[in-house]
């Protein structure tokens, strides 16, 4: 079993390319009885290790780093589907809102428990205690990923008997915030039982893990509650689909309450976290070969990330064990990715000065190569432009391949992604697997969320919050002066989403709290669930996404040149055309190269609807009497129809 332990922690962290699961070899759980296993430390490790249930890298393709792609950060070939009306459907299965590992991980609890109780499990007491403490924070997690894509969600804590009654009974939604709190609870019962950090060189969950991810959730919710408030999406508001069921009339709610308790209790996981995990330095070495060395830099990329500070949890990738990715391979490239006009115009100087402000000093875009002089190092280390280095070995100096016609090779806006690149010169082609690491909790998250959750509650920043804040900037090389940022915002001149919550400016100070946080995530897929919670897109009429600067003077440079001297740049009106024409932007607009049966060219609309996501019409016909779903216990989420392949309504 030993030796099964340490492969399965590298092999069956899930979304592997290639898996080497030793656990496999073992008889099939369901064929296990509760007395044939679960009787050490051993067999409770190797099985909550398979309820890793995490985003890292694996595929072909840049891994987390191309996650965010779908939002005003980063753009990929295809649009989200979430941004036009009609082209988001109901599933006719039961897509996502299934409960496969929450049921496995109920079973774990119920035959577990009273064993540890009864003293039947050999091992050692504070083991035995930690993998105890990783089921109650992976049904936490579980539970998490429902409540940011549905809200309400039926709350089962012990493995259901095969009896359609009771399944039924048991599938009755519960509003969104008794979610959220029943998380919490989890992650309390986790923080007592978990070992604190490192625990297997961070390959595994730790206490501190729960307190940050603690705090994610107190964060998500409380400020959902806040932007929400009001609407359908949230309990007690207008509209509000819970209101239709007999089961939820004796429900009540004091929304400004409930704000209040999970953003203290943001707060407070955060805290813990943050004063016990130092940011990793930043040599500001920006340019060249230097940066493999920046450590900065070098924690996205390397083989081995446990000896950074601000690394709480990441997954190990090994060669020789065929599990790895091909991130690295996929990084030289465009990756079929990009970073958007919007994101990389947000990023500050150095000087502490968004772009637009007097004496800024920025340098314009009009070139790559001047783009990010004298900006947050954030932009200048996780931007690729050319002249910078591929590998110790390698520079580049080629201007993005915009045109690519393989996709997965395609600069989708210009502006390349460089988080995580390696340099090893080994890992620049995508036919060797990359054994980088892929960080999934760092510290950082903890400062932000702190910074927003002060804030928000407290509309004032106390002394904690101005020293990670500080902390944050000054590592990005920006003037620690965030007050001077907020005296020179200008909200009509930023291209963020985030200037916006429901359909209103918000406050400087708060926008650059929301600044920090989008620069500070570069490339790590946090976005969209910002969006959301901000509720942050319902302006958007008609919005373009761009990337670079291509018509200024970007398109004579000789990479978009055939060799008689003519463009290999085609736009309409032509035919065949693989760029935005110049009379619509100068800047790539990479939903509008082609009009014809395109319904993104008008550019993004929000429907409100789509900001939780639509319940599979099979979950209706499974919680019904005789396949009415007019009988269903279950509700549809607020604008959906309870119908197969359906669009909102609203």
């Known amino acids: ?159 259901l008997p095969d009896n359609e009654d009771e399944l039924i009974e048991a599938s009755k939604r519960r509003p969104r915030n008794e979610v959220a709190r029943f998380i919490l609870q989890d992650l309390d019962k986790a923080i007592s039982l978990l070992k604190s950090s490192p625990v297997e060189g961070k390959n595994r969950i730790s206490k501190e893990v729960a307190q940050l991810f603690r705090s994610r959730v107190a964060l998500f919710e409380g400020t959902w509650l806040k932007y929400h408030k009001g609407t359908a999406q949230v309990p007690g508001g207008m509209g509000w689909p819970g209101t239709k ?179 090893d010169a080994k890992y620049l082609t995508d036919a060797v697997l990359t054994e980088a690491g892929c960080i999934v909790f760092r510290a950082a998250e903890a400062y932000l969320n702190y910074i927003e959750a002060c804030y928000v509650k407290n509309n004032s920043l106390d002394g904690d919050a101005d020293r990670y804040w500080k902390a944050l900037r000054a590592r990005a090389g920006v003037s620690e002066n965030y007050n001077a940022t907020i005296a020179a915002t200008d909200l009509t001149k930023e291209n963020d989403w985030a200037v916006y919550s429901a359909g209103q400016k918000v406050d400087a100070t708060l926008y650059n709290i929301r600044r920090e946080r989008r620069c500070e995530f570069i490339a790590e897929g946090i976005r969209n669930n910002d969006l959301r919670r901000w509720r942050a897109m319902d302006q958007l009429r008609n919005y373009q996404i761009e990337g670079m600067n291509l018509w200024t003077s970007m398109y004579d440079k000789p990479t978009y040149k055939n060799n008689n001297g003519t463009s290999k740049l085609v736009a309409l009106p032509a035919a065949s055309p693989n760029i935005s024409a110049k009379t619509l932007s100068v800047y790539i607009r990479p939903y509008q190269i082609i009009q014809q049966n395109n319904l993104y060219y008008n550019g993004i609309t929000w429907t409100k609807a789509h900001y939780l996501s639509p319940i599979g019409f099979e979950n209706f016909l499974r919680t019904s009497k005789g396949g009415n779903v007019a009988t269903s216990v279950i509700y549809q989420n607020p604008g959906w129809p309870v119908q197969a392949d359906g669009i909102p309504t609203e």
Request: glycine share 10%.
């Open 1 to 159: 079993m030993k030796k099964i332990y340490k492969n399965i922690i590298i092999a069956t962290f899930s979304v592997g390319l290639i898996g080497c699961n030793k656990f496999l070899d073992r008889e099939p759980l369901s064929n296990i009885t509760p007395q044939q296993y679960f009787n050490t430390e051993s067999d409770l490790a190797a099985y909550t290790i398979t309820y890793y249930n995490f985003p890292t890298h694996g595929g072909y393709n840049i891994g987390i780093f191309k996650d965010d792609n779908g939002t005003d950060n980063q753009a990929t070939t295809n649009a989200n589907v979430a941004w036009v009306k009609g082209q988001w459907h109901v599933p006719k299965g039961t897509e996502g809102y299934d409960f496969g590992n929450i049921r496995a991980i109920n079973y774990f609890l119920a035959e577990v428990t009273p064993k540890i109780e009864a003293g039947k499990i050999t091992g050692t007491p504070a083991n035995i205690n930690h993998y105890l403490g990783e089921a109650y924070f992976l049904r936490a997690y579980e539970y998490f990923d429902r409540l940011q894509s549905y809200g309400d969600y039926p709350i089962v804590k012990t493995v």
């Open 245 to 423: 069921v007999s089961y939820l009339s004796g429900f009540s709610i004091n929304i400004d309450s409930e704000i209040n308790y999970f953003l203290t209790e943001a707060m407070a996981s955060a805290k813990v976290v943050a004063d016990a995990f130092p940011l990793v330095a930043n040599d500001h070495n920006t340019t060249g070969t230097a940066v493999f060395s920046n450590p900065y830099f070098k924690m996205y990329g390397d083989n081995s990330q446990s000896g950074y500070s601000e690394v709480l949890f990441w997954r190990q990738y090994s060669a020789d064990k065929s599990v790895g990715h091909y991130t690295n391979g996929f990084l030289t490239g465009g990756a079929n990715s990009g970073y958007t006009r919007g994101f990389v115009d947000a990023f500050l100087m150095k000087n502490g000065l968004p772009i637009y402000a007097s004496g800024s000093g920025y340098q314009g875009d009009a070139d790559l190569t001047t783009v990010k002089v004298d900006r947050d190092e954030r932009l200048q280390l996780f931007m690729r432009v050319p002249g910078d280095y591929l590998a110790v070995t390698q520079q580049d100096n080629s201007y993005p391949n915009i045109i690519n016609s393989v996709t997965e090779r395609k600069a989708v806006t210009g502006y390349n992604v460089k988080k995580g690149l390696n340099g």
